[in-house]
């Protein structure tokens, strides 16, 4: 039986909520994360307001994210801590998990169309953008933003760079009900591993990791000459894999130095939270002996390589050649979106380079965006696995990562995301097509969208934006960020049939 924090129990008594112990788990979840990004508004308009910036929308946000917020609080209930059916079922940690996810984004908005910068739709994609931790920008004028504005858009990235579900589970105790469903739901990558017997606990200490890395690399750009606002801001983008940046041209107005401090704080942003957790507790073994982690390392060092080799042979100097090689290598790769150069005026093979990256993503369980290494890694076994069976039809083959068995159902999971995946950007792409964008812009806008990375070539190239799309081409891609984000297959689980039958124990929620 499951307790509240995800341990076990011994009590089945069906208790006050019902003959099966149930709650009313996500409207309880939806309102906590609606009410909680409105206190985050309330604490941004106060500094608004201090620096004489538009506060318009953030009162708006407040208003409809803590009103909203409360009413559904009041509504929902949590299930019966003493029976392990209050756990919410699938059905219904997605619809908290999807609501939430949309919903969020539309509080967020807010701040950009009270302060006229943005319009509702370019607004709701920028928000969208921030969140899922893309990095595609609708904004033209760098100067008309204030910087408490550009400080919300990196703070909606941290946020959604460890999870809006996971950061709320560690921090409020009455949705760790919620439990398994909600945050393996939203955990990036084929990975269910708990750091502590309680989920809760689990929860909080990623979170640790993530705040310890965010405030060592806002430390490091400080240290290494970034001015304090600068640094904080860069540092929220950079470990949530999301590449905001209040300058224009992103780190290209930057030093040298910087640039390697940011290479190496992108790569622990797209690393396994998990794993660095265990190395900082004590057990290097686990960090030297994962597959993932140095399949990672060897795709981050062979591209970098070939990508200043070619850069070299472009006519780049060799210094530059490496940095940017590194740089560009690294920010893709973990979908952090940065850019060090215009890479949209680099040779086509650099290019190229670059769109391979941008399918392979960084490690499960990090920020980063993308398809994630472990699923190349499963997907190269399982295919491997498959041709030598060709020879030996009879043969017992498991497929393994790292020494252990990956069961049949993860292996299914991984085809059917992948499958999906592809399926999504090539539809993506053909729709912006049709919507008159040229091919290399539909192309990398899909890819760039659907991987959370950002930028993309030709007409959303690095120091370009997305604000001359058409309005059903943006819209098109805010739903690519979304079912990125979410991992896709989540997100197709409502066109299923499954999905809208109505189960016998629903009381007026889906559940």
């Known amino acids: 039986m499951v307790d509240r924090d995800g341990a076990l ?10 003959p099966s112990g149930r709650g009313r788990t996500a409207p309880l979840v939806i309102g906590t994360v609606l ?43 949590p299930g019966s801590p003493e029976n392990r059916r209050g756990e919410p079922t699938r059905r219904e940690a997605l619809v908290a998990l999807l609501a939430s996810w949309a919903l969020v984004p539309a509080l967020g908005a807010l701040p950009f169309v009270g302060a006229g910068v943005l ?11 921030g969140f899922t931790t893309t990095g595609a920008t609708m904004i033209t004028d760098f100067s008309a933003v204030g910087p408490v504005l550009f400080m919300w858009r990196a703070f909606t990235q941290w946020v959604g760079g460890i999870g809006i579900i996971v950061l709320f589970v560690g921090l409020f105790p009455q949705l760790a009900i919620a439990g398994r469903q909600l945050f393996f739901a939203e955990a990036p990558g084929p990975t269910e ?35 304090t606002y600068d640094a904080v801001a860069h540092a929220l983008t950079t470990m949530s894999a999301g590449g905001f940046s209040p300058h224009g041209r992103s780190f290209e107005v930057f030093a040298p130095v910087l ?9 622990f942003a797209g690393s396994n939270f998990a794993l660095l957790y265990r190395g900082l507790a004590g057990r290097t073994w686990a960090i030297l002996r994962d597959v993932e982690l140095r399949s990672y390392l060897a795709v981050a060092a062979v591209v970098t390589v070939a990508v200043a080799v070619v850069l070299g042979l472009d006519g780049l100097p060799a210094a530059d050649a490496w940095r940017h090689g590194a740089f ?47 699923r190349w890694v499963i997907l190269v076994q399982h295919t491997s696995r498959e041709v030598r069976r060709t020879m ?36 993506s792409t053909v729709a912006l097509v049709l919507l008159g964008e040229d091919f290399t812009t539909a192309f990398s806008a899909a890819i760039a969208c659907l991987g959370n990375i950002g930028p993309g070539l030709a007409a959303v190239g690095p120091m370009e934006n997305f604000a001359g799309l058409h309005p059903a081409a943006k ?37």
């Open 193 to 227: 591993e708990r750091l502590t017997p309680r989920l809760r606990h689990t929860a909080f200490a990623l979170l640790s990791v993530y705040g310890a890395l965010t405030v060592a690399c806002a430390i490091a750009y400080d240290l290494a000459g970034m001015r």
């Open 35 to 77: 009410a909680a990004i409105g206190l985050m508004l309330t604490v941004f308009g106060a500094f608004a307001a201090l620096l004489g910036e538009p506060t318009a929308g953030y009162v708006v946000g407040v208003v409809v994210g803590i009103g909203s917020g409360l009413a559904l609080r009041a509504w929902g209930r």
């Open 9 to 18: 129990g011994t009590t089945t008594s069906p208790g006050p909520r019902g």
């Open 392 to 427: 030996h039809p009879r043969a017992v083959l498991p497929v393994r990562m790292g020494g252990r068995v990956v069961p049949e159902d993860v292996q299914r999971s991984v085809a059917a995301f992948i499958t999906l995946y592809l399926s999504l950007f090539a539809l």
């Open 259 to 267: 640039m390697w401090v940011a290479v190496v704080f992108m790569f």
């Open 475 to 511: 819209g098109v891609l805010i739903f690519c960020m979304y079912a990125g984000r979410l991992e896709v297959v989540t997100v197709f689980a409502l066109v299923t049939r499954a999905w809208w039958r109505r189960p016998r124990y629903d009381r007026g929620f889906p559940g």
């Open 328 to 374: 560009q290598t690294m920010s893709i790769l973990t979908s952090t979106g940065y850019a060090s150069a215009d890479f949209g005026v680099w040779s086509e093979r650099s290019q190229a380079l670059l769109l391979l990256v941008a399918f392979i993503g960084g490690s499960a369980g990090s920020a980063a965006g993308g398809v994630k290494v472990a």
């Open 119 to 129: 319009g509702p739709l370019d607004a709701y994609f920028e928000a969208m953008s």
